[in-house]
């Protein structure tokens, strides 16, 4: 027989846990759902007592792990995709007063912020404003994917190539750039 010791108690522990996984996190979850609120509050309020020790605690984290963030984060958009549209949806009404205010309020902020972008992304904002200038979308102007004539965008090929550009709507533009980061990833 095995000595009682303190490592052979974590072996143990650790076994258990791997043979029961499945179980174990279902009974945490049902556990948490039942104590939401309690769980919230003390989550709540030791937040505000570690503050400041949890954000640098954050910070270091989420620079060890940049990628994998990245990809969780990935996941958890193309897995919830209708539910944080809607919830964007709402959140659009309830802001977008606020977001004009504000605006207003940060509009050299939002200058710099506009400067910093450009001054990374020069042969990007150069296309942009090349195509803006030069490919004029009128009235009969069309998404060419979808056909759809509201929030049209230039989209470029390539930023070498200011001049071609395929017209897509928001949605199909959008869509498309979330296609090309998954090719690309
Ligand atoms: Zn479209
Ligand atoms: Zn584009």
Not at 44 to 65: F, G, S, T
Not at 109 to 126: D, G, L
Request: hydrophobic share 20%.
């Amino acid at each position: 027989m095995k000595e009682n010791t303190k490592e052979n108690l974590k072996e143990y522990k650790k076994r258990y846990y791997q043979e029961n996984k499945e179980r174990l996190k279902e009974i945490n979850k049902l556990n948490y759902h039942k104590n939401k609120d309690r769980y919230n509050q003390i989550g709540k309020k030791y937040y505000k007592e570690h503050k400041e020790e949890l954000k640098i605690k954050n910070k270091k984290y989420r620079e060890k792990n940049k990628d994998k963030i990245k990809i969780r984060q990935d996941n958890y958009r193309d897995k919830n995709r209708d539910k944080i549209n809607q919830k964007r949806r709402m959140n659009k009404k309830k802001y977008s007063k606020k977001e004009k205010l504000w605006k207003k309020d940060n509009r050299d902020k939002i200058n710099k912020s506009h400067k910093k972008y450009a001054k990374k992304h020069p042969e990007k904002i150069r296309a942009m404003n090349k195509a803006r200038k030069n490919i004029i979308l009128t009235k009969e102007c069309k998404c060419e994917k979808c056909g759809s004539k509201k929030k049209l965008h230039r989209h470029h090929l390539n930023y070498k190539e200011p001049l071609n550009v395929v017209i897509l709507c928001f949605k199909c533009h959008k869509e498309l750039h979330r296609l090309l980061k998954v090719v690309t990833k």
